[in-house]
């Protein structure tokens, strides 16, 4: 079984995935992959200097997402040009691991499944809800302020899409006990083979 977890920025996917983990699923966390494996990528660096100027790279050569955020986040071609150059090997990664462990039990956070049409990848799609104060808030703890939260949030697939689009959404403004029942309940319902949405 190979879940694929998306929802809106901050709605608390990390939090749902490590739930799954915490029940024996094996955890991908794309995001932790683009930071960890992909932007460290020579080339990776290399297309991103002679994009956009080695003020995007920190003084050691690795990137410096902050302001590489600044930039894609505003610039819709630059970020279509790095989606470009990170997807396609952030792809790559999923299936070797998935063809390392093609019986495990997965649960891949993905935060652009449905705005880069992955649906195709999983069994199963869960989506990770919150009001929008609930999400605004739980970024500002974060650091994130209103404004750079909402840059981002506009780039994505609204989260009520996201909502009509999954087989089961999680709904996360309450206490995270209340998300781990929500997590348990399907993990029992999945495991009984009851998988309707
Ligand atoms: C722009 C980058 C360097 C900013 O890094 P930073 O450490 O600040 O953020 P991080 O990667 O942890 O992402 C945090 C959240 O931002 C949002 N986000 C990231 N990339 C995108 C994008 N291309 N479009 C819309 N939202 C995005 C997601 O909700 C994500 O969960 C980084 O996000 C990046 O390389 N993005 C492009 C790769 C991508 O599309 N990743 C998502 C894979 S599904
Ligand atoms: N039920 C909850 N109760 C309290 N805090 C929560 C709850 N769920 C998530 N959080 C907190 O809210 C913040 C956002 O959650 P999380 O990182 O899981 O969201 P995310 O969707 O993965 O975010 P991003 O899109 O930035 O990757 C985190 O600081 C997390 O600890």
């Not at 749902?16 to 460290?40: M, P, Q, T, W």
Request: some cysteine.
């Amino acid at each position: 079984m190979v879940i694929g977890l998306t929802g809106g920025m901050g709605c608390g996917k990390s939090t749902a995935a490590n739930l799954f983990k915490e029940l024996g699923y094996r955890l991908v966390d794309s995001d932790a992959l683009v930071r960890e494996h992909i932007l460290v990528q020579p080339e990776v660096r290399a297309e991103v200097r002679r994009a956009w100027g080695a003020e995007m790279l920190n003084d050691d050569g690795s990137i410096d997402r902050k302001r590489l955020a600044a930039k894609v986040f505003s610039d819709d071609e630059a970020r279509i040009k790095l989606e470009n150059w990170v997807h396609p090997r952030l792809y790559a990664r999923w299936r070797e691991l998935l063809r390392a462990e093609p019986d495990s039990n997965w649960v891949f956070e993905v935060p652009l499944l449905f705005e880069q049409r992955l649906e195709n990848w999983f069994d199963f799609i869960v989506c990770v809800a919150s009001s929008a104060d609930v999400q605004l808030a739980r970024l500002s703890k974060r650091g994130i302020s209103h404004a750079l939260a909402e840059q981002r949030i506009s780039k994505q697939l609204p989260l009520a899409r996201k909502i009509d689009s999954a087989d089961r959404v999680l709904w996360n403004d309450g206490t995270l006990s209340a998300l781990r029942e929500q997590v348990e309940f399907l993990h029992a319902e999945l495991s009984a083979g009851r998988n309707d949405a």
